[in-house]
């Protein structure tokens, strides 16, 4: 099970920090992974972080944000910094066995937080 925390509203440019607690288990071994979706849009791939610690990122994130893992605290990180207009939506944490980073393929999901950047 994964919960997703942290969004809110916050200014252009401001920052948040996304955590997502997975239940006790085998979550080191899990490839985790943050997406979004845009009210009216679909749900988009935002970074992904491997069971080594190898990150990936979507183009419009590069620079601007940072996955990351705790494995001794179950939780997996999304800092977001320089927040813009267009990074409003609602934030998915997850998890992959494989490192996958296609929705399709994601073996658990947690519930969204939402992210509101005002201009």
């Known amino acids: 099970q994964l919960q997703a925390s942290g969004g809110g509203l916050v200014q252009a440019g401001g920052s948040l920090r996304l955590p997502c607690a997975a239940s006790?288990?085998?979550?080191?071994?899990?490839?985790m992974a943050w997406f979004h979706q845009a009210p009216g849009k679909e749900r988009e791939f935002v970074a992904s972080?491997?069971?080594?610690?190898?990150?990936y990122y979507r183009d419009s994130v590069k620079g601007r944000f940072t996955i990351s893992r705790d494995d001794d605290k179950n939780t997996v990180y999304l800092q977001m910094n320089n927040l813009k207009p267009e990074d409003t939506a609602e934030y998915y944490c997850?998890?992959?066995?494989?490192?996958?980073?296609?929705?399709?393929?994601?073996?658990?999901w947690g519930k969204g937080t939402l992210v509101t950047v005002s201009s």
């Open positions: 972080i491997s069971s080594g610690g190898s990150t």
């Open positions: 006790a288990g085998t979550f080191s071994l899990y490839g």
């Open positions: 997850a998890a992959s066995f494989y490192g996958s980073c296609l929705s399709d393929d994601m073996d658990y």
